[in-house]
C-alpha cells in the first residue's frame, strides 16, 4: 500500500477505535489489498447509516472537507469528500445506484465487513470483494475492475457465495443477474 493511503487509513482507524462505528473500505484500496490492482488512487469508506454523524465528525477532526457532488447513476444518501494529508477520502452511507430495473442499495451490515491486518499490524474494517464485483458491475465505466474480479474469482475462487446471493436479492438488471448466477 502506497506510503499515503497508509498513513491516512492509520490515522482514521486510530481516530475510531473504542467507538461502535460500522464501517469499511472498498473502491480500489480494497482491490489493491486483494492484490488485484498495484495502485489505489484514494480511500472509499462506507459507513452505516445509524454511524454517519459520527464518522464526519471523526472525518472532520483529521482532515478537510471538500465539496462533494453526487451524478446519475449514484443515489448515495450520504456522499461527503475529505482531504486527509495528500489523500482524498470518499464517504458514502446509503451506497446506492440506479439502473434500468430499479435501484440497488448496498448494504454492509456488520457480517459484511471483515477484518484485515495492515503492514503494521493495524487492523482495518474491509469490504467483501463479492459486493463490490456487482457494484462495479453497476456502475458506469468499470469493466476492467470487474474483468480483474472475475479473473481473481477464476484463479482463486468465491469466498463469500453468499454475498453474492444477498445481492440477487435486489432488482438487477439481466445481464449481471447472469454473471453473478456464474459464480454461485
Same mark, same amino acid.
Given at each position: 500500500?502506497?506510503?499515503?493511503?497508509?498513513? /491516512?487509513?492509520?490515522?482514521?482507524?486510530?481516530?475510531?477505535?473504542?467507538?461502535?462505528?460500522?464501517?469499511?473500505?472498498?473502491?480500489?484500496?480494497?482491490?489493491?489489498?486483494?492484490?488485484?490492482?498495484?495502485? /489505489?488512487?484514494?480511500?472509499?469508506?462506507?459507513?452505516?447509516?445509524?454511524?454517519?454523524?459520527?464518522?464526519?465528525?471523526?472525518?472532520?477532526?483529521?482532515?478537510?472537507?471538500?465539496? /462533494?457532488?453526487?451524478?446519475?447513476?449514484?443515489?448515495?444518501?450520504?456522499?461527503?469528500?475529505?482531504?486527509?494529508?495528500?489523500?482524498?477520502?470518499?464517504?458514502?452511507?446509503?451506497? /446506492?445506484?440506479?439502473?434500468?430495473?430499479?435501484?440497488?442499495?448496498?448494504?454492509?451490515?456488520?457480517?459484511?465487513?471483515?477484518?484485515?491486518?495492515?503492514?503494521?499490524?493495524?487492523?482495518?474494517?474491509?469490504?467483501?470483494?463479492?459486493?463490490?464485483?456487482?457494484?462495479?458491475?453497476?456502475?458506469?465505466?468499470?469493466?476492467?475492475?470487474?474483468?480483474?474480479?472475475?479473473?481473481?474469482?477464476?484463479?482463486?475462487?468465491?469466498?463469500?457465495?453468499?454475498?453474492?446471493?444477498?445481492?440477487?436479492?435486489?432488482?438487477?438488471?439481466?445481464?449481471?443477474?447472469?454473471?453473478?448466477?456464474?459464480?454461485?
Amino acid at each position: 500500500m502506497e506510503e499515503k493511503l497508509h498513513q /491516512a487509513l492509520l490515522k482514521i482507524c486510530k481516530r475510531i477505535p473504542g467507538h461502535q462505528i460500522s464501517w469499511a473500505v472498498g473502491g480500489s484500496l480494497m482491490l489493491q489489498m486483494e492484490g488485484l490492482v498495484d495502485v /489505489a488512487r484514494d480511500i472509499d469508506i462506507l459507513v452505516d447509516e445509524k454511524c454517519v454523524k459520527t464518522m464526519i465528525q471523526f472525518l472532520k477532526d483529521i482532515g478537510t472537507e471538500h465539496t /462533494a457532488l453526487s451524478k446519475d447513476p449514484y443515489r448515495t444518501k450520504v456522499f461527503k469528500k475529505y482531504q486527509i494529508g495528500e489523500v482524498e477520502v470518499d464517504l458514502m452511507s446509503g451506497f /446506492a445506484l440506479r439502473h434500468d430495473e430499479g435501484i440497488y442499495e448496498a448494504s454492509f451490515p456488520k457480517q459484511a465487513i471483515r477484518i484485515l491486518e495492515l503492514q503494521d499490524g493495524q487492523v482495518a474494517p474491509f469490504c467483501y470483494l463479492e459486493d463490490w464485483y456487482v457494484l462495479y458491475m453497476l456502475m458506469p465505466n468499470k469493466g476492467e475492475k470487474v474483468m480483474l474480479i472475475e479473473h481473481h474469482f477464476e484463479n482463486v475462487g468465491i469466498n463469500h457465495p453468499e454475498r453474492l446471493e444477498i445481492a440477487l436479492r435486489q432488482p438487477l438488471p439481466t445481464h449481471i443477474v447472469k454473471r453473478v448466477m456464474r459464480w454461485l
